[in-house]
């Protein structure tokens, strides 16, 4: 495992549980307005971060006041031991949530099939149309069907959109449209962090939707799913 940080605490992350974050370095994606770009740029990347032990021994540490523990990058399934660590976190007594961008369903089926994450929470990064234009990259849309199937299948889970500067309410119309159904779509609006940079800095000088225009497409899509709304 290829660790970047381990957050003790967050009351967000992971809904209705208290939760430690473990932040993954390396992705497939390069999503331009992306804040954490320590964990997607290989020459930003920290030379050093706790080895999984030391996470795990931090993990341990914090047992009686947490619930769970949330796996985030980067894109936590391209690291070859993600199961074995989520093994090891689950003999700690935690639940476990997975944040990908499901870019590697091969890997997220290997996981589920273990039965070792309780949620999984997976990122659409735009309509079928544009989702290279929003993941910085090429993207196998094939990979993305599938995994979107996955999450079906996981105990819990949920979709979510960052809706990025340039995306309008028709893109989030149409992402709903394609997946549709008993999970959780979540809205996150877009903000560039004052204190941090985005893999594609120009990005932060674009404008995009406000959680106003927001919850006014929630109102319009919120019939396909069984919850959700608009976050941040």
Partial sequence: ??????????????????????FTVGCDFRCPFCHNPELVLPD????????????????????????????????????????DFIEE??????????????SRPAALERI???HLVDYVAMDIKGPRSRYG????CPVD?????????????????????TVAPGMTGDDVERIADWIQGDRRYMLQTFRAPAAKRLV????????????????????RIAGRFP????RG
């Fill in 1 to 22: 495992m290829r660790i970047g940080a381990v957050q003790p605490m967050t009351l967000i992350d992971y809904p209705d549980r208290i939760a430690a974050v473990v």
């Fill in 44 to 83: 930003l990347a920290p030379s050093r971060g706790p080895t999984a032990a030391e996470a795990l021994d931090r993990l341990a540490d914090r047992r009686g006041f947490l619930d769970g523990v949330v796996l985030t990058g980067g894109e936590p399934t391209l690291q070859s031991d993600l199961a």
């Fill in 89 to 102: 976190v689950r003999l700690l007594g935690y639940l476990v949530k997975l944040d990908t961008n499901g």
């Fill in 112 to 114: 589920l099939d273990r």
């Fill in 133 to 136: 234009e929003f993941a910085g």
């Fill in 141 to 161: 849309a094939a990979a993305i069907d599938r995994s979107i199937a996955l999450v079906r299948r996981a105990p819990d889970g949920e979709f979510r959109t």
């Fill in 200 to 219: 594609d800095p120009t990005w932060g000088e674009r404008s995009a939707c406000s959680s106003v225009e927001l919850a006014a497409v929630w109102a």
């Fill in 227 to 230: 919850g959700g709304g608009v």
